[in-house]
């Protein structure tokens, strides 16, 4: 089987399985994605959700977040780790959206990717998942599961597996994948303790055949 043809195969079978396809960052408005995609990096969504709201109800605009002291923004966010980092990361994007963009996130790679703190993975959900473009969230999970599955071979940069996956699969499918392949990896392709036999995937796999052939 041609990688495309595994690729279209899993695009199904993960449809059949998770027909519902989404971010599973919390988020009402492109400018909240943008800092939740910053905050859940090395921390996991759900604390991400805990801490947002907080963050919100005291900075509830890009313009409110802009004027904010990198300080206050960081007491808030710390609980999700790299405090410093990422408050200094959210005060200068949000700045420039006040400055450049009129309060507003811009819709193309070449913009989101020259905000502060914003690399491919982030810019790739905003497309997605806010303007419906064609786009790729090379996260973990992706990387993950498509050395696994066979998808890529032994490719573990995010950029170099966003290269190989736009080779196989059809674009308008590539965001809705993504957000499968995180539903998947912790539903039963778990890190360190996959779930084998009871994966969808398990005979088109080329880690699975291996695991119950």
């Known amino acids: 089987m041609t990688k495309k043809k ?10 059949k399985e998770y027909p519902e396809a989404k971010c599973t960052l919390a988020y ?15 921390c996991t969504d759900a604390r991400v959700d805990m801490i947002t709201p907080l963050l919100y109800e005291k900075f509830p605009s890009i313009q409110a977040l802009a004027d904010a002291a990198v300080e206050d923004i960081e007491k808030i966010v710390r609980p999700c780790g790299l405090g410093n980092s990422k ?24 913009e989101l990717l020259a905000l502060p703190g914003v690399g491919r993975k982030s810019a790739n959900l905003l497309m997605g998942d806010v303007f419906g473009k ?13 050395n696994l599955i066979g998808l890529v071979d032994n490719i573990k940069e995010p950029g170099k597996v966003e290269k ?6 059809p674009p308008e499918e590539g965001n809705d994948l993504c957000h499968r392949f995180v539903l998947h990896g912790r539903a039963v392709c778990v890190a360190r303790r996959p779930d084998c036999e009871r994966c969808c995937l398990k005979d088109v796999c080329k880690t699975g055949k291996k695991s119950w052939s």
């Open 164 to 169: 190989e996956l736009w080779k196989i699969i």
């Open 28 to 42: 009402d408005k492109a400018w909240q994605l943008l800092v939740s995609v910053r905050l859940a990096a090395q």
């Open 134 to 146: 064609p786009a790729i969230v090379t996260d973990t999970h992706c990387i993950r599961l498509c």
């Open 6 to 15: 595994l690729a279209a195969e899993v695009i199904e079978r993960l449809k």
């Open 87 to 110: 408050a200094r990361d959210i005060s200068a994007c949000m700045k420039m959206l006040r400055d450049k963009y009129d309060c507003k996130v811009p819709d193309t790679m070449e």
